[in-house]
C-alpha cells in the first residue's frame, strides 16, 4: 500500500487548485496558510486512497462510506463550524471574517456524534401534519440545500457533495 509521503507534490497542487476553485465558487474559503492546508490535501488524498472517499484527515475514519458520510470532504459539519468559529474542525475551510483580518482559527470543539448515536438517527422518522406532497424533499447534509424530486441530485448544486450526502428531508 502506498503511504502518506508517496503521494506525489503535483497531485497535492492540482488537488489543492480543484478545491480552492470549488470553495470560491461555492462562496467558501480554503486556509490562506498553504503549507498547512496542503498537508491537509494530502490526508485526503490518502484517506480517498485508503477508503474510496476523501474522508476527513484529522478525524478516525471507520473505512466504509456509509458510516463515514459525515466526515466526507466538505463534512456535514462545516458550515456550523465556520459559523460558530471561524473555521472547520480541521481548518481546511475558513470564514470570511478569519480570511479578511488574518486571524489563525482557534480550536473548533469536535461536533461528531459518537457512533451510537449516529447509529440511532439513521432510523427513519416520519413528519406527521404534512399533508401530501408530489415529490420527496431530499436535503444535502453538507449546506443544507433543498430539492424535491423523485431521487436527490448526482451532485448538489451549492456545495457539490455527492447523491449518497443527501437525506430525505420530508
Not at 498537508?39 to 485526503?44: E, I, K, Q, S
Not at 466538505?74 to 479578511?100: H, I
Not at 461536533?111 to 438517527?121: I, N, Y
Not at 431521487?151 to 448538489?156: D, N, S, T
Request: net charge positive.
Amino acid at each position: 500500500m502506498t503511504g502518506i509521503g508517496d503521494i506525489s507534490d503535483k497531485e497535492v497542487d492540482a488537488r489543492f487548485e480543484m478545491l480552492d476553485r470549488e470553495a470560491r465558487q461555492g462562496g467558501y474559503n480554503l486556509n490562506t496558510d498553504v503549507t498547512f492546508t496542503k498537508g491537509l490535501v494530502r490526508g485526503l488524498i490518502f484517506n480517498e486512497m485508503r477508503f474510496g472517499y476523501p474522508s476527513c484527515p484529522c478525524r478516525l475514519a471507520l473505512g466504509t462510506r456509509q458510516d463515514d458520510l459525515d466526515i466526507i470532504c466538505p463534512c456535514d459539519y462545516r458550515d456550523p463550524d465556520l459559523n460558530d468559529f471561524g473555521a472547520c474542525y480541521c481548518a481546511l475551510y475558513v470564514s470570511d471574517a478569519v480570511l479578511r483580518h488574518g486571524k489563525v482559527p482557534g480550536p473548533v470543539p469536535e461536533r461528531r456524534p459518537p457512533l451510537s448515536v449516529r447509529e440511532r438517527k439513521k432510523v427513519d422518522v416520519k413528519t406527521p401534519g404534512i399533508g401530501s406532497l408530489a415529490y420527496p424533499v431530499w436535503r444535502c447534509r453538507v449546506c443544507g440545500y433543498l430539492c424535491a424530486r423523485d431521487e436527490p441530485p448526482l451532485l448538489c448544486p451549492v456545495c457539490k457533495a455527492t447523491k449518497d450526502r443527501f437525506e430525505r428531508f420530508l
